[in-house]
């Protein structure tokens, strides 16, 4: 049966989880791997992961940095495997070995090791008194030359690596890596498989050639300003939030961040660019659309508007029209990102007791 993997994504708060509830509803899809907790999948994008081998094999690459690309993979794709992560990564306690036989598989497709030590590997130096008397005595007998007298390097235990593949090699190798990890999420009855995140919306037009035509994205959009009050004023405060705001906190800084992270075009056909807003202001046409994307039977929507309430959702909207003094702070951004502001059919305020962010953390007259 013919499997569809689509990756959800967007910028931090623009809606991506109304698009996978949505798609929740459908009997034939699933939201890989849980279905009652969230789980992002960060294995391709994570720092020394698929998308930095892929980019630094294929970019002024060398025998000796093609050494520590490889082991930084290896690194990294250990650390997602071997710890439990809750929301990321724990593949041994999901998968057993199959995540690990993976990533070795691309590794023994793009490299050899070899049995030598080079600098990467170089974890401190100590005086040895050994080294220094067999130099000595390399020197009276055989008049060789001192060379770092008595010093000796201690190794790590890695393994060392030659990687020098082909563009074509590094992409084909990608593609069954990518293929292999969506296969370890098969279920039988699901024909569509929905991976929260997976690539950031900066990242699909240069990693396109990672993935088989079967993978498709769906990037969410929000206006920016509901995003800029939201992460300054809600999410991240007491008793719901942690840690510090996701964006700058005032206007001029965000608008400079937005500009430079979203992204308006593509030219992949298998990207499709969906604005939250949309999915609650013209639902009918929106799931139409997101259907033909992926694929989906309208039949097949069993549950539909028991996972993604619209009536509820409409209520984190337009929370620039909760307080004057909100409208204010935004209205620089409602000027500069003009080409991001959504274009509202109707003018509304949401009603606080029905907003899925907590209430309690917005306070003061509107």
């Not at 993935?211 to 769906?218: A, M, P, Q, R, T």
Request: charged share 30%.
């Amino acid at each position: 049966m013919m499997k569809t993997n689509i990756a959800v994504t967007g910028y931090y708060g623009t809606g991506s989880s109304a698009i996978m509830d949505l798609i929740r509803e459908y009997d034939c899809a699933r939201v890989v791997p849980f279905k009652d907790r969230n789980y992002e999948h960060v294995v391709f994008y994570v720092t020394g992961g698929l998308f930095n081998l892929c980019t630094l094999l294929t970019h002024g690459n060398a025998p000796l940095t093609s050494d520590m690309i490889i082991n930084n993979f290896v690194s990294a794709m250990e650390r997602l495997d071997k710890y439990d992560l809750v929301w990321f990564g724990s593949y041994k306690k999901q998968f057993g070995n199959r995540f690990r036989e993976l990533y070795m598989e691309l590794v023994n497709d793009l490299s050899t090791s070899k049995n030598e030590k080079n600098l990467n590997h170089v974890v401190k130096s100590r005086y040895s008194i050994v080294k220094a008397l067999l130099q000595v005595a390399a020197h009276l007998v055989l008049k060789r030359n001192f060379i770092q007298y008595g010093s000796k390097y201690i190794y790590d235990k890695k393994k060392v690596f030659f990687s020098m593949p082909t563009e074509e090699e590094v992409y084909k190798a990608a593609k069954k890596f990518t293929t292999g990890y969506f296969n370890m999420f098969d279920e039988d009855g699901i024909t569509v498989r929905v991976f929260d995140h997976l690539i950031w919306a900066n990242q699909v037009e240069e990693y396109r050639r990672c993935f088989n035509d079967g993978f498709k994205v769906i990037v969410t959009e929000r206006d920016p300003r509901d995003v800029y009050l939201l992460n300054k004023y809600v999410w991240f405060r007491p008793p719901i939030g942690h840690g510090r705001p996701h964006f700058p906190t005032e206007p001029k800084a965000f608008i400079e961040e937005w500009s430079k992270t979203v992204v308006r075009n593509y030219s992949w056909n298998n990207v499709k660019l969906i604005h939250f807003e949309d999915i609650i202001y013209h639902y009918e046409e929106t799931v139409k659309e997101i259907e033909e994307f992926i694929g989906l039977d309208q039949s097949r929507h069993k549950d539909k508007g028991k996972i993604l309430d619209v009536s509820r959702s409409i209520e984190n909207t337009q929370i620039f029209n909760l307080k004057r003094e909100w409208a204010d702070e935004v209205e620089p951004i409602n000027k500069k990102l003009s080409e991001f502001i959504y274009q509202f059919p109707v003018e509304r305020t949401p009603v606080l007791e029905n907003m899925f962010d907590d209430p309690r953390t917005i306070k003061g007259k509107k």
